[in-house]
């Protein structure tokens, strides 16, 4: 059974970092594209970035370009997201999701709850 | 970045009725659109991929089509599990990944 959990949300103040991870089991981590996805509170969801199975290649959304960092360790079987610069419209739930059948998004973990605030 | 419009924002449908929700892309995406059902404090599940493949388990009551850049996904016979916000998405050209701004579907 495919399981992704996240993990590293919490409160932070504007202008600060924050690391999060998702852990990945029951399936071969290194074979598949991972992304994460963000929600705002009461809002709809935006791709935030994705990073390829060998972790030689990213993407980020436009908003946090600069700013946030996909990585990969695939002996860990993890997925991170380091956020630096965090502003108050990053405040949101952050999905892993993985890749299947060229879905960007087949698999979805259970989310993690970022809140940037002073 | 290929924009998804999703319509209506609000769908009131009574238990056992047909729902019908509409995704249209500002450009062709070919069959490249995904359907995502979301229930409060919980996250996205994956229904239809390839605008009408159901993904696995998910019932026969929740049915896909379209192509290009008009979409449709219909729930048969409204279950009460099934009151929910859905989602769109394109996979077609990306990144970006391109999510529509959901319809709930609400009980009448």
Sequence with gaps: EVQLV?????????????RLSCAASGFIFSNYEMNWVRQAPGRGL?????????GSNTAYADSVKGRFTISRDNAKNSLYLQMNSLRAEDTAVYY?????????????????????SS | EIVMTQSPGTLSVSPGERATLSCRASQSI???????????GQAPRLLIY???????????????????????????SLQSEDFAVYYCQQYNNWPPLTFGGGTKVEIK
């Design chain 1, 6 to 18: 996240e993990s590293g949300g919490g409160l932070v103040q504007p202008g600060g970092s924050l």
């Design chain 1, 46 to 54: 935006e791709w935030v970035s994705y990073i390829t199975s060998s």
């Design chain 1, 96 to 116: 892993c999701a993985r890749e299947t059948r060229r879905v960007p998004s087949y698999y979805w973990g259970q989310g993690t709850l970022v809140t940037v």
């Design chain 2, 30 to 40: 070919s069959n490249n659109l995904a359907w995502y059902q979301q229930k409060p």
């Design chain 2, 50 to 76: 390839g605008a009408s493949t159901r993904a696995t388990g998910i019932p026969a009551t929740f049915s896909g089509s379209g192509s290009g850049t008009e979409f449709t996904l219909t729930i048969s």
